[in-house]
C-alpha cells in the first residue's frame, strides 16, 4: 500500500531562516515522490518531484527536497524562508498514475 | 499550470439534488484526474481517463458518482443524490501520461445543504 505521512500540522518559522517541512512514505517498488504547494483558494502548484538520480532535488521559488531511502523521507527545504511561502504544502507518492497525498503541512513564515 | 479550467468555481446544492463539475483543459493532456479534497485534508484519488477512456475509477466513493470525458478533452464529473459528506472540493489534474507530473486547476467548492 502507498502511503505519505506530513507529520507537522503547522510549522512556524522566522523570515530569513532555514524551513524544513518533513515528509515519509511508505511504497512498494520505487518511489516517486512529488511536493505541491497550495495558496488559498487556488489549485496545488508544482515545486518539485524524485524520479531517480541525485537525492537532492532542486525545485520552484527556492525550494529543495532530500530524498533519503533508508529512512523513507522526502523532506521540503529552503535555506532562507519569505513572508510569501506561506502557504499549505503537500507531499505526494505517485504509483501507476494514482497520487496519494499527505494531510498537508501549514507554513507560516513570520516577519 | 498546464492551463486547465474548473466550473463553477462554487456550487451550493440541496441534499438531493444532482450537480455536474466541469474540467476544460485548455491545451491537450492525454491524462486528467479527479481528486476529491475534503476541509482540511490533502486530495484523494476519484478517477483517472487516459484520453477517452476511463482507466481506473477505484476512488469514486459510491455509485452516485459518475465522470466522463467522451471526446478525450472535456471531463465531467457528475454526482447524484447529493449528500452533505460530498462537500469538498473537487480538483481536476493533467497528465502527459505515465508516471509524470500533474497539474492541477482551480477546484470546484461543493457545499452540500
Known amino acids: 500500500a502507498q502511503s505519505v505521512a506530513q507529520p507537522e500540522d503547522q510549522v512556524n518559522v522566522a523570515e530569513g531562516n532555514p524551513l524544513t517541512v518533513k515528509c515519509t512514505y511508505s511504497v512498494s517498488g520505487n518511489p516517486y515522490l512529488f511536493w505541491y504547494v497550495q495558496y488559498p483558494n487556488r489549485g496545488l502548484q508544482f515545486l518539485l518531484k524524485?524520479?531517480?538520480?541525485?537525492?537532492l532535488v532542486k525545485g520552484s521559488y527556492g525550494f529543495e527536497a532530500e530524498f533519503n531511502k533508508s529512512q523513507t523521507s522526502f523532506h521540503l527545504k529552503k535555506p532562507s524562508a519569505l513572508v510569501s511561502d506561506s502557504a499549505l504544502y503537500f507531499c505526494?507518492?505517485?504509483?501507476?498514475?494514482?497520487?496519494?497525498f499527505g494531510s498537508g503541512t501549514k507554513l507560516n513564515v513570520k516577519p | 499550470g498546464a492551463g486547465v479550467s474548473q466550473s463553477p468555481r462554487y456550487k451550493v446544492a440541496k441534499r438531493g439534488q444532482d450537480v455536474a463539475l466541469r474540467c476544460d483543459p485548455i491545451s491537450g493532456h492525454v491524462s486528467l484526474f479527479w481528486y476529491q479534497q475534503a476541509l482540511g485534508q490533502g486530495p484523494e484519488f476519484l478517477t483517472y481517463f487516459q484520453n477517452e477512456a476511463q482507466l481506473d475509477k477505484s476512488g469514486l466513493p459510491s455509485d452516485r458518482f459518475f465522470a466522463e470525458r467522451p471526446e478525450g478533452s472535456v471531463s465531467t464529473l457528475k454526482i447524484q443524490r447529493t449528500q452533505q459528506e460530498d462537500s469538498a472540493v473537487y480538483l481536476c489534474a493533467l497528465g502527459t501520461g505515465g508516471v509524470e507530473t500533474q497539474y492541477f486547476g482551480p477546484g470546484t467548492r461543493l457545499l452540500v445543504l
Open positions: 524524485y524520479i531517480t538520480g541525485d537525492n
Open positions: 505526494a507518492v505517485a504509483n501507476f498514475n494514482k497520487f496519494y
